[in-house]
């Protein structure tokens, strides 16, 4: 539950007044300009669509722009009432805790000790102190205390993100600030960060941006929203700007969590609530405290909300077209991960692909694309094409013309013309694929792909990861598409919401092999597997089960 | 047991044994070092003799260049063969070959004795206090250690999405033109990972020049007084008994 609204006269622990960024080369402003005050024990949201602005205005509260990376800054910034100029980046470390979307970047390559330890010797604190401090932050976040030696090397993304946690939990600043923290985590483990994040600590303020809405928002105070431009165009109680400023949410493509949507839905429907929702679980409440007739009433509105976040029918076509049989699939140069796989994909199918962070998902991906060799069993089929999780690892030329040309040889320059309009890359032709923003990049790695039908496999490993809602969107329609010209496609995804509404059929990774395969809304269902898994049921889950009961009535 | 040993005690060791088998040029001084060496690891420190092997790959290869240089260019190595004359072995070239072949493979196995049975941040953190290595520095080494995997993965993924392109899996090793492709990439991965780091670590308190505590930091003790003495009788007394036996 979010906190009692902090006290007006506490001085606000951080304050930015008329700042605006901008950055070298840049004739526009990258920031602002925004004012922005994080009040005494605040948990408040950041959001904005992509390119707004977000990790720069969280990089200007302790400096680190401009004085590591270059950008001029107007307005002022203060923390604690104090100039943040007036002291280096490192100067601030007492104050404000920065935990980063990636663990590598937080992480030095030490011992899990050493890294949680790492910012209490910063602060030359006596030896005694550190190693109580690095115990009670391992038993916060839920580290074994055998892990103390290990390096983190050693870790998977998950566990590294929770180290990177314990280590930024452990400065007990009184600002703490995480940047998308769970962009690349599984379900469960993005769930437990969340937890650990919004416990509430007294006189700690937090200030936390993130795309993955639902299950944090219930403990949120604020929230503000940037714009395109960066500048603020919302703020307030997390359910009145979602209630009341939906429609330009909606515009500028910013991800807004279910019991929003479904709120919205209600209101077109006159069956709204009093008070705005933030959960599915309030929305359900309100919904059984209906009369009869508006209960039925609503129940028609929100199946139909329901059928539209449903995966379509299966329209897979015809015979297996790829097949793995009794495979044993490693990632390059690497040890052999999953055994005794055995998979098949039709034409027109799009097949799911779940698991938690490390469970052998990319590696089976390029299996299946015949990319890697296997190391037993056998793969019969036509060669894959893969959308990797980073976009930028596929692109071999100088600009987005040249990279469809390239996945085009020997057509004329107009048939390049029509794959660009047809991907809405036309007006960034001649742009570097490196210069795009990431959901750009995807849509030119997936044009990529698609161009030329060289491939009838396509695999997209975690197409959604880090875009907002626009993109996602955007995003959905193309695979759509391209399922519909007859594209057999695998989607690697950890969004639950995302494989229920794309994929009929999907299968579990995990424990070394495949744990189960079959139609997706059955397996999310299945509460002992997605346990198993380290998954968790989607968002909509809830509102499916109130459906079948009141249908049942 | 190696392990336990103050990090500095044992580096200076090991730098006297690798400074003594380039200074010694004794066939039989570098072959003592070698199975010695190889012994300490392999039954002391329960170290695979096949993960030795592989570690003393490249350093063969560069003692064979010593070797074939001196059998073909033997009178361009004169200072070696002098050097040789008083060995056992026949031919002079040969033998002056075969020394500076052993020299590269001693000085690798102290090399590894130091790699294999040091923990990097035991190192790093007994240069900090001891020999007042700059923190900056000291991090900095442990972020160039986490690069490298990461490197090593980011050059996979851009391998396999090449392969795909042209249509082939990727070979287990890359060719000079492939391998002169992925500089430029890995490069500006690199670099950017590398500002991330000094970053975070930034924003995590690490400054220039003030005072900071180091946890854990190994101190010296009497057991490694004991390895740095009797490592250096041992060099002494096998010094003199070569000498000796002439």
């Known amino acids: 539950m979010p906190s009692a609204p902090p006290a007006p006269d506490l001085q606000a622990p951080a304050v930015w007044r008329a700042v605006r960024v901008r950055y070298p080369f840049s004739d526009r402003s990258g920031v602002g300009p925004v004012d922005l005050e994080l009040r005494p024990g605040e948990r408040l949201l950041l959001l904005g669509p992509s390119g707004s602005g977000k990790s720069t205005l969280l990089q200007t509260l302790t400096g680190i722009i401009p004085h590591s990376v270059p950008a001029h800054v107007e307005g002022d910034i203060e923390l604690g009432g104090e100039p943040v100029p007036r002291r280096k980046p490192y100067g601030w470390a007492h104050a404000v805790a920065q935990f980063f979307q990636d663990a590598d970047q937080t992480l030095c390559g030490m011992r899990v000790e050493d890294e949680i330890a790492f910012a209490l010797e910063n602060r030359a604190l006596p030896e005694a102190t550190i190693c109580a401090k690095v115990g009670e932050a391992m038993r916060r976040v839920g580290l074994p205390e055998e892990w103390r030696g290990r390096r983190t090397m050693t870790l998977s993304g998950g566990e590294k993100q929770l180290v990177a946690l314990a280590a930024t939990l452990a400065q007990e600043a009184p600002i703490f600030v995480a940047d998308e923290p769970t962009a690349h985590l599984a379900p469960e483990a993005a769930n437990r960060l969340h937890r650990l994040l919004l416990e509430q600590i007294p006189g700690q303020s937090i200030l936390i941006v993130d795309h993955r809405l639902d299950g944090l928002i219930g403990s949120v105070d604020r929230v503000a929203v940037l714009g395109p431009e960066g500048m603020l165009v919302a703020t307030g109680m997390p359910a009145q700007v979602f209630r009341h400023s939906r429609d330009t949410l909606d515009a500028l493509g910013i991800w807004r969590p279910l019991a929003s949507r479904l709120d919205a839905v209600l209101d077109r429907a006159g069956l709204a609530p009093a008070h705005p929702p933030l959960a599915v679980q309030d929305v359900l409440e309100h919904l059984d405290r209906l009369p009869a007739s508006a209960r039925k009433r609503a129940g028609d509105v929100l199946s139909s909300f329901a059928a539209e976040h449903m995966p379509p029918a299966s329209s897979k076509g015809g015979d297996p077209i790829v097949r793995l049989v009794d495979a044993a699939c490693a990632p390059f140069l690497g040890p052999t991960v999953l055994r005794g796989v055995n998979l098949d994909i039709a034409p027109r199918e799009v097949l799911g692909m779940l698991g938690a962070n490390g469970a052998g998902k990319s590696t089976l991906g390029a299996s299946l694309a015949g990319l890697l060799k296997l190391r037993g069993g056998a793969r019969h089929g036509p060669a894959g094409g893969v959308a990797f999780q980073r976009p930028e690892n596929q692109f071999t030329t100088g600009s987005v013309r040249q990279e469809i040309a390239a996945a085009l040889p020997g057509v004329h320059a107009s048939q390049v013309d029509d794959a660009l309009r047809s991907w809405d890359l036309e007006a960034l032709a001649h742009h570097h694929p490196f210069e795009l923003s990431q959901g750009q990049k995807r849509r030119l790695a997936l044009a990529t792909l698609a161009a030329g039908g060289r491939w009838p496999l396509l695999v997209l490993d975690e197409p959604l990861a880090g875009l907002d809602a626009a993109g996602s969107e955007m995003v959905t329609g193309h695979i759509e598409a391209m399922r519909d010209a007859g594209f057999a496609i695998v989607v690697i995804t950890h969004d639950m919401d995302f494989a229920l509404r794309l994929c009929p059929r999907s299968i579990v990774v995990g424990e070394g092999g495949i744990l189960a395969d079959g139609p997706t809304r059955e397996l999310l269902a299945d509460k002992g597997l997605l346990y198993r898994a380290g998954l968790c049921e989607p968002a909509i889950a809830p509102l499916l089960r109130w459906l079948e009961r009141a249908a049942a009535c | ?246």
Request: hydrophobic share 60%; net charge positive.
């Open chain 2, 1 to 246: 047991m190696l392990s336990r040993l103050h990090p500095l005690g044992k580096l200076a060791a090991c730098m006297t044994w690798i400074a003594a088998s380039i200074l010694i040029f004794d066939l039989r001084f570098q072959l003592a070092t070698v199975i010695m060496v190889a012994l300490v690891l392999v039954v002391a420190e329960r170290i695979s003799l096949l993960k030795i092997l592989a570690l003393m790959v490249p350093f063969a290869l560069f003692g064979l260049g010593f070797l074939t240089t001196s059998l073909l260019f033997g009178r361009e190595s004169d200072f070696a063969l002098r050097m040789a004359g008083e060995s056992p072995l026949g031919s002079l070239q040969f033998s002056a070959g075969l020394t500076l072949f052993l020299r590269a493979i001693a000085c690798g196995m102290v090399s590894a004795l130091f790699a294999l049975t040091t923990d990097p941040g035991a190192f790093v953190r007994a240069l900090m206090v001891s020999w007042r290595l700059p923190p900056r520095f000291g991090y900095s080494l442990f972020s160039a250690m986490q690069l490298v995997p990461d490197l090593a993965e980011q050059a996979q993924q851009i391998r396999l999405a090449r392969a795909m392109k042209a249509g082939r899996p990727p070979r287990r090793i890359p060719g000079p033109f492939e391998l002169a492709s992925l500089v430029v990439p890995l490069l500006a991965f690199a670099i950017r990972r590398a500002g991330r780091a000094a970053i975070a670590m930034e924003a995590r308190g690490l400054a220039p020049a003030t005072a900071r505590t180091v946890i854990d930091a190994p101190r010296f003790g009497w057991r490694d007084c004991f390895f740095v003495v009797s490592s250096a009788a041992l060099l002494a007394l096998l010094i003199v008994a070569l000498r000796a036996a002439g």
